[in-house]
């Protein structure tokens, strides 16, 4: 599955306004390119659409549209407008990190307390000797 996030911000105009006037003309590119799933998504401070292809033709294929570039070029600030391969920012990655080992894994035991030891000494004696 190949993903591709468009996120435009806000500017002078709000950013759904934007999505409100190009919303059908990015899906119906999406589809005609062979997507299979889309999502609009908005944020205070502005929109993403996610979409999804079952490989990385459509996608390109998407993104080399002229619909698709004229609807970036309207968009409220061209500084504004972010494209990148995934799904939007909080998706987090692709692979799970592997766990970490539990807190204290790893140390080394320390050896229990033995009486036949031979240096031993009881408590008093040393208190003693201050």
């Not at 998504?41 to 698709?68: I, K, M, T």
């Not at 494209?83 to 799970?96: D, E, L, Q």
Request: aromatic share 8%.
């Amino acid at each position: 599955m190949e993903w591709l996030t468009l996120e435009v911000f806000d500017a002078d105009s709000a950013a759904w306004a934007w999505r409100d006037r190009h919303d059908d003309d990015l899906v119906t590119v999406a589809i005609s390119t062979g997507a299979t799933y889309w999502e609009w998504h908005q944020h205070p401070y502005g929109v993403a659409l996610e979409v999804c292809w079952p490989d990385e033709s459509g996608l390109e294929a998407f993104r080399n549209s002229p619909v698709v570039a004229a609807a970036l070029e309207r968009a409220p600030d061209a500084s504004g407008v972010l494209i990148y391969k995934g799904r939007g920012g909080g998706s987090g990655a692709c692979v799970r990190r592997p766990k970490r080992p539990p807190m204290g894994a790893g140390a080394l035991a320390l050896p229990e307390p033995n009486d036949a030891m031979p240096d031993a000494q009881p408590v008093e004696l040393l208190m003693a000797a201050v």
